[in-house]
């Protein structure tokens, strides 16, 4: 795909914020895009709290038919939608003995 990155919001770049808040912001912004269908993934790269946002992006994903993955070496976060044979209780996952 050739073309560029779409920035967030400027309010996401505001002066006031410190750098742990405004990747949060940014995780619930990609929660948003995914979980209303807009994304099928969303990763954000160069994150300096990784791990924070993880833990933020898991707590705010609740029961939302979502991963939430951590790639360590790249400082990146990855929230995807779940296929449907991923979501917990589907009858697909149960009759293969995951369920």
Do not use: Q
């Amino acid at each position: 795909m050739d073309r560029a990155p779409t920035p967030f919001p400027s309010a996401l770049s505001s002066t006031a914020l410190d750098p742990l808040e405004r990747e949060l912001l940014e995780v619930d912004a990609a929660i948003a895009l995914v979980v209303g269908g807009v994304a099928r993934r969303v990763r954000l790269a160069n994150l300096a709290r990784p791990e924070a946002a993880a833990a933020h992006g898991a707590a705010a994903a609740g029961g939302l038919p979502i991963r939430i993955r951590l790639e360590r070496n790249a400082r990146t976060l990855c929230v995807e939608a779940l296929k449907v044979d991923e979501v917990a209780g589907h009858p697909s996952r149960a009759s293969r003995g995951f369920g």
